[in-house]
C-alpha cells in the first residue's frame, strides 16, 4: 500500500480565500459573467439533478424524465415531464449558465 502525499492547506486558507474574494472582485477568476461556465444541456442537468435530489429525492426526479430543457438567452429552463393523463406537478429550475446561479426552484403539485 502506498502513502498518500497530501498537501492540505486547511480551513484557515479556505476562510481567507472566501474573505478575499467577496471582498475584491478583481481576484482573479474564470467567472466573469460574459462566458458560460455550463455550456450544454448535459452539464445543466447534471447540475440541476444534483440539487433537486436533495430536495425533491432522487426517485421523484427521475420519474420526470424526459426533462424539457431550453436555453434561453443565458439561462437554462429545465423542468420534469409526466406520462398524459397522469396527476400531479413537476420540477421547474431555472440555472444562469454564465455563473452557475440557481434564480428558481419549485415543483407543482
Not at 481567507?16 to 467577496?22: A, D, H, I, Y
Not at 425533491?56 to 427521475?62: H, L, P, T
Request: no cysteine.
Amino acid at each position: 500500500m502506498y502513502a498518500l502525499n497530501i498537501n492540505l492547506k486547511g480551513e484557515k486558507y479556505a476562510k481567507e480565500v472566501l474573505e478575499e474574494t467577496l471582498k475584491n472582485n478583481r481576484v482573479h477568476n474564470v467567472i466573469d459573467n460574459k462566458t458560460p461556465i455550463i455550456k450544454n444541456d448535459s452539464t445543466a442537468i447534471k447540475v440541476a439533478e444534483s440539487i433537486l435530489f436533495e430536495i425533491y429525492g432522487e426517485k421523484n426526479i427521475i420519474k420526470q424524465k424526459p426533462y424539457e430543457i431550453y436555453k434561453i438567452k443565458n439561462y437554462y429552463v429545465i423542468s420534469g415531464t409526466l406520462p398524459k393523463n397522469y396527476v400531479g406537478g413537476t420540477f421547474l429550475i431555472i440555472i444562469n449558465s454564465l455563473n452557475s446561479e440557481i434564480i428558481r426552484i419549485t415543483h407543482g403539485k
